[in-house]
């Protein structure tokens, strides 16, 4: 199973497109932050599909408040396979610490400053 990304989404206009080529677009998600809805580090959340598709161990991914970044997008974001960035969100969710997110937040400015994987 792969996670879907639509990349040439004919809906997205010009300053949508660069909102999501520069990561722009996951600035409100800081409000779901400070709601207590969200952490700054964590596995993303998933779409109601791809849960109803997970296997069992899939799920202990969201045992934990979901996050804005974390280890898969930093890894590549898009183009990290589906179960590469379970095991990758798996690996955080039992090794978290602050120490790992503050590498992970570091991390994510070099990511979203290079465009790694943005659409």
């Known amino acids: 199973m792969a996670p879907l990304k639509?990349?040439?989404?004919p809906r997205i206009t010009k300053?949508?497109?660069?909102?999501?080529?520069?990561?722009?677009?996951?600035?409100?998600?800081?409000?779901n932050v400070l709601?207590?809805?969200?952490s700054l580090v964590g596995p993303r959340p998933c779409l109601p599909y791809e849960f109803e598709i997970y296997k069992d161990w899939?799920?202990?991914r969201l045992s934990v408040r979901p996050g804005i970044t974390g280890l898969w997008q930093v890894?590549?974001?898009s183009a990290v396979a589906f179960e590469d960035m379970v095991l990758?969100?798996?690996?955080?969710?039992?090794?978290?610490?602050?120490s790992l997110d503050?590498?992970?937040?570091?991390?994510t400015i070099f990511a979203v400053l290079a465009k790694k994987g943005a659409h």
């Open 6 to 9: 639509v990349t040439e989404d």
């Open 15 to 31: 300053v949508g497109h660069v909102l999501r080529k520069t990561s722009m677009d996951e600035l409100p998600q800081i409000l």
């Open 35 to 38: 709601r207590g809805e969200m």
């Open 58 to 60: 899939h799920k202990k």
């Open 75 to 77: 890894a590549g974001r």
């Open 88 to 98: 990758l969100d798996l690996y955080y969710v039992y090794n978290r610490n602050f």
């Open 102 to 107: 503050m590498n992970v937040i570091y991390e």
